[in-house]
């Protein structure tokens, strides 16, 4: 439910009194805001469609109907607390021509606190624009692989790890550890954090909504430090690969039918018989368990290549359940991605050149000079300790990488849009040419 905006009892009593409505109308214009006007006008014909359709369900309910109505309601509700405060400020601002000085002195102070308001308000309506991504809700997968670097890569692909882990832990995320496999004969680092050398860690986030909370640490991590094998004390550089992808709710039910592993429409569908499955005897620490039975498993997607193998349970079922937990996200992603591209080169996306691909590097971690910097949003956190163990400072600068994301998404918006009214126009002078 929308709130109105509070008006205090000295202006309520000067806005009953008569008013120049000549005044007020050049005061509700659009001029001040900071909302392109593309994308208010785009606001406004969504906001057409959802009155339109919520007066078609009130006769009769139609499910295709309803589920529209509820993709608009974000635009429609975002659009209508947007003009009530553009209201607000008109009035406001109709006050501030009052003869009363303690008025004007209300009026003034209530003014300020509403603009501000106003431009939270412009971006939470920039951002409904955006297209919600398909994997928005679902949980996901962190996939952490120590990239460039040697062993030193290994060892802060752990801290990688344990960072994200502490970070759910202590948002009250649900997580699972669905592999991490150590380098075999390699010691642990002697230093304060005793990191291992990481070969792969994938966290599951059990959580609804984590792949969208997460989407925007997928890249490369670099970090520089001394390690605590250097004897001369120089600096060294390596980076560490992540990988997010969408991984399935416990109640598979639940998913819609383009998002569900068993439909054959959707992107997570993979054919078994389009697997070829291999049964290995686990390798590593683990006891008389390991090199005795044949509990690890490998799936090879043959028309891909793509290719996971799960050794970390001693049951072989559970090895083959993550597995194929694995494989589908890993595919699912990279449908996903070849049709992201299709479409980019089909429309020519504004933002196709600034897009950041998986290899790119995306932060910073530097250990002389205790900062944390993201190179997207710019922003940078001198607290690194804080931000190795998944505290508030982590929280800012995802949060960042995520605001970050929006303004490039409401970017592309904003030329599609621009592009559209420009294409009918461009028709026209064409065909008076002729």
Known sequence: MLTTQWVCRRCIKALARPQNRQFLRLASTDTNTKLPVVLLKRARNIAAEHEKLASALATEFDPKTAKRLGELSRVANALREWEATQSSIAELTTLLQSNDTELRQLAKEELSTTN????????ALSASLTPRDPFADMP????????????????FADAIFRMYRSYCSRKGLRTNVLKYEIVDGAEASTGGSSESPLHEGILEILDAGAFDKFRGEAGMHR???????????RTHTSAVAVWVLPSFPDNEDDMPNEQSFNDPNSIFYVDPREVKEEKMRAGGAG?????KTESAIRLTHEPTGVTVSMQDSRSQHRNRESAWTLLRSRI????????????RTLRNNVLSKDKIARGSKIRTYNYTQDRCSDHRSGLDVHN??????????????IESAKEWLVSQEIEAVIAEEEA???????????????
């Open 116 to 123: 501000v308001k106003l431009n939270s308000l412009a971006a």
């Open 140 to 155: 996901c997968l962190l996939e952490v692989r120590p990239g460039p670097g040697g062993m030193e890569g290994r060892y």
């Open 223 to 233: 970090v520089q430090r001394v390690p605590w094998t250097e004897t001369s004390g």
């Open 287 to 291: 006891g008389q368990h390991v090199n």
């Open 332 to 343: 699912g992603q990279r449908r996903r991605e070849e049709r992201e591209e299709e479409a």
């Open 384 to 397: 690194l300790p804080n931000v190795l163990e998944g505290g508030e400072a982590l929280e800012r600068i």
């Open 420 to 434: 559209s009214t420009a294409a009918p126009s461009n028709a026209v002078k064409k065909g008076k040419k002729r």
